[in-house]
T-cell receptor
Framework: EPEVTQTPSHQVTQMGQEVILRCVPI?????FYWYRQILGQKVEFLVS????????KSEIFDDQFSVERPDGSNFTLKIRSTKLEDSAMYFC????????????FGQGTRLTVV | AQSVTQLGSHVSVSEGALVLLRCNYS??????LFWYVQYPNQGLQLLLK??????LVKGINGFEAEFKKSETSFHLTKPSAHMSDAAEYFC??????????????FGKGTKLSVKP
């Protein structure tokens, strides 16, 4: 069964460093998303991406965040200068189209900023 | 703006007992509603979704949910719990009318424990 794959499963980084979280969406999907879940809190929408551009983003997705689909298969989330409060589980998701379709989620990357 | 409230961060039931996980939503437009399950060390898996068709929605693994507009609720039920149902369950509402379905607003989650 096709699945969304995220790497690494766990990333530890020092405050101020840049991190790139990687995702391989399901191959025929067109819409891609990043969510995050701070420990003990809700899963929060960060950004959606379609046709090589951001289609929606939340207030959380500020200038330190960026997304890219560099090679037609990977979908990345870059955090430019990490802060302690960026520590969270980051989920990638993809869907074929938006309306009435299922978003498939990856297993998540746990980011720990020290 | 849309929001979701899940009542009870932890629910414990005995094997074979009824499972009831509560979800109330707030939405200024007709909502699309979803239940996701997360097993330990795994991603979020869609259990079922309501998209303005039948109000009683059947999902995978014997789960179902009923959309009640008058109560703004979308509670998840299963008649008989199984040990394998132990997981965290998330209710979510689509943030946009017409459902940019990937742009979801999630509840805080309810962790279900099943006792033998």
């Amino acid at each position: 069964e096709p699945e969304v794959t995220q790497t690494p499963s766990h990333q530890v980084t020092q405050m101020g460093q840049e991190v790139i979280l990687r995702c391989v969406p399901i191959s025929n999907h067109l819409y891609f998303y990043w969510y995050r879940q701070i420990l003990g809190q809700k899963v929060e929408f960060l950004v959606s991406f379609y046709n090589n551009e951001i289609s929606e983003k939340s207030e959380i997705f500020d200038d330190q965040f960026s997304v890219e689909r560099p090679d037609g298969s990977n979908f990345t989330l870059k955090i430019r200068s990490t802060k302690l409060e960026d520590s969270a589980m980051y989920f990638c998701a993809s869907s074929v189209v938006t309306v009435n379709t299922e978003a498939f989620f990856g297993q998540g990357t746990r980011l720990t900023v020290v | 703006a849309q929001s979701v409230t899940q009542l009870g961060s932890h629910v414990s039931v005995s094997e074979g007992a009824l499972v009831l996980l509560r979800c109330n939503y707030s939405s200024s437009v007709p909502p699309y509603l979803f239940w996701y399950v997360q097993y330990p060390n795994q991603g979020l898996q869609l259990l079922l979704k309501y998209t303005s068709a039948a109000t009683l929605v059947k999902g995978i693994n014997g789960f179902e949910a009923e959309f009640k507009k008058s109560e703004t609720s979308f509670h998840l039920t299963k008649p008989s719990a199984h040990m394998s149902d132990a997981a965290e369950y998330f209710c979510a509402v689509s943030a946009n009318y017409g459902g940019s379905q990937g742009n979801l607003i999630f509840g805080k989650g309810t962790k279900l424990s099943v006792k033998p």
